[in-house]
Nanobody, 120 residues
């Protein structure tokens, strides 16, 4: 499976962006998908997940502001980000969840991600 995230950009605090992640492969739709982000000098963190039944879960830092959704027919996962804050600045990635095997290797390769920069 190859994943490509896009839709990032520069936005002022309080603004909105919609990220998209297109995946190849027929197994995309049966997996729980997640949006992750990595800020400079920090570890990559999971911010939102959506399972095959469209059940969603969010990190407390984005709850009420971000919405994850998916379109299995298009092998695409979305992240609608509203009320953006400077601390949301990061490179955003999508991948399955969990992303790593018990040996610490990724199930699917990480794509290049998309940069989101929120100015104050």
């Amino acid at each position: 499976v190859q994943l490509q995230a896009f839709g990032g950009g520069l936005v002022q605090a309080g603004g909105s962006l919609r990220l998209s992640c297109a995946g190849s492969g027929s197994i995309f739709s049966i997996n729980t998908m997640g949006w992750y982000r990595q800020a400079p000098g920090k570890l990559r963190e999971l911010v939102a997940t959506i399972n095959s039944g469209d059940r969603t879960n969010y990190d407390d830092s984005v709850k009420g502001r971000f919405t994850i959704s998916r379109d299995n027919a298009k092998n695409t996962v979305y992240l609608q980000m509203n009320s953006l804050k400077p601390e949301d600045t990061a490179v955003y990635y999508c991948n399955r969840n969990p992303a790593y095997t018990s040996w610490g290797t990724p199930f699917w390769p990480w794509g290049p991600g998309t940069q989101v920069t929120v100015s104050s």
